[in-house]
């Protein structure tokens, strides 16, 4: 498993917090192991996914999203 921390622009509420945390959990190979306003953490299988994928699905829901390994 490798493991991703992203900073996250446009979060405001716990609203925003539960959008993330649902766009990143639909991702294939994700585990979800923090998300708060303004940044996330996760473990993925790098089989599955990348993190250019975690932060599309974070942008997808409407978020700017990116990601450091």
């Given amino acids: ?3 991703a921390t992203l900073t996250i622009d446009g979060m405001s509420c716990q609203h925003c917090v539960r959008a993330v945390r649902e766009a ?14 303004g940044s996330a953490e ?6 599955q ?5 975690i932060a ?5 829901a409407g978020y700017d ?3 450091s390994a």
């Fill in 42 to 47: 996760v473990s993925y299988d790098p089989s």
């Fill in 65 to 67: 999203a990116s990601a």
């Fill in 24 to 37: 990143l959990e639909a991702v294939p190979g994700v585990t979800v192991s923090r998300v708060e306003i």
């Fill in 1 to 3: 498993m490798s493991t």
């Fill in 49 to 53: 996914s990348s993190s250019d994928a």
């Fill in 56 to 60: 599309a699905a974070v942008s997808d």
